[in-house]
């Protein structure tokens, strides 16, 4: 990222001095460019544009579904298959334990970023058919959203993609039991959407949701892709805008810098938000949750209207 290559230097020199022999002097050099690197970070990160968020989103040290996983779930035990063709490994699906309670977890996990064209149907069939196992269980659901679109192979489309999200789509608003959904990174279209039906949605501050890639918004907008600044001014990607449009309901902040500057951080920072909206939902009713679901669904993008 051009924007943060200021600090990527200082975070070389901070790592060449701290590497050399200790004195008195090399600590206080260090401590002095730590200082300046948070200075940078703040004034950076305060100030970025929609465009420059997708790219935080994007970083290939973002924590992914896995790494949020391992810290936040304990006994996670992974299911694997649709029972019609394969096993995703582009998503991951499980039962574990958060705060001592059971839960299925579920989330993409696609290669490094850029990520578009990591989700295939199977995936999806996997995901649905661990949640209608945690429904019989009567276990909430925990999803994870990190996908920027769907694999653009025949393959996929052979084996019923849009099939596939529709279902997702269709059974995940009906679930009785409460489903919070977590935006990660960079999710936009369909495929994330398949995962994001829920009660309760979290988003990290420097992640996106849109409804397409931005590269895509900037070709159907403009028939230019490279137009990437406007596309995402016009998406309304950010936390703060999709808040706004009653689309989240909650930003969780991320480490100064952003969730790749300090994964462990990022993750901890997710703990009181996850189990606030778990408590929050598992103590309604199944039919006022279901209810309230629908009633929510109704209500996206009500108030950007309401203010346009």
């Not at 929609?50 to 992974?78: G, Y």
């Not at 501050?205 to 892709?225: F, N, Q």
């Not at 209810?291 to 929510?296: L, S, V």
């Amino acid at each position: 990222m051009k924007f943060d290559a200021p600090i990527n230097v200082l975070l070389g020199e901070a790592e060449v001095l701290r590497l050399m022999p200790r004195s008195e002097a090399t600590q206080h050099e260090l401590d002095n460019l730590r200082a300046r690197i948070v200075q940078l970070r703040q004034e950076i990160y305060s100030n970025l544009t929609p465009w420059q968020r997708v790219l935080v989103a994007r970083h290939p040290r973002r924590p992914r579904t896995r790494d949020h996983l391992s810290r936040l779930f304990t006994d996670f035990t992974e299911l694997h298959g649709d029972r019609r063709f394969a096993d995703d490994p582009g998503v991951v699906a499980g039962f574990a334990h958060f705060d001592g309670d059971p839960v299925l977890v579920v989330g993409h996990q696609a290669p490094l970023p850029p990520h578009s064209g990591d989700a295939r149907p199977e995936g999806y069939r996997k995901a649905l058919r661990c949640m209608r196992l945690a429904e019989k269980c009567g276990r909430p659901v925990v999803t994870f959203v990190d996908s920027a679109g769907t694999s653009p192979d025949v393959g996929s489309e052979a084996r019923g993609m849009a099939d596939a999200i529709a279902h997702n789509l269709r059974e995940m608003a009906m679930l009785a039991v409460p489903v919070v959904v977590v935006v990660t990174g960079e999710a936009s279209g369909g495929t994330a959407l398949a995962l994001a039906v829920g009660d309760y949605l979290l988003m990290l501050e420097y992640a996106v949701y849109s409804v397409v890639p931005v590269e895509s918004g900037a070709a159907m907008l403009w028939a230019d892709r490279t137009r990437t600044g406007e596309a995402a001014d016009a998406l309304k990607l950010t936390a703060s805008d999709l808040v706004r449009l009653g689309v989240i309901d909650e930003v969780v902040p991320e480490p100064l810098g952003g969730a790749h500057a300090d994964p462990i951080a990022a993750t901890r920072l997710l703990v009181q938000p996850l189990r606030s909206a778990l408590a929050r939902q598992t103590a309604m009713s199944a039919a006022a949750r279901v209810t309230e679901r629908h009633a929510r669904l109704r209500r996206i993008g009500l108030a950007g209207l309401e203010g346009a």
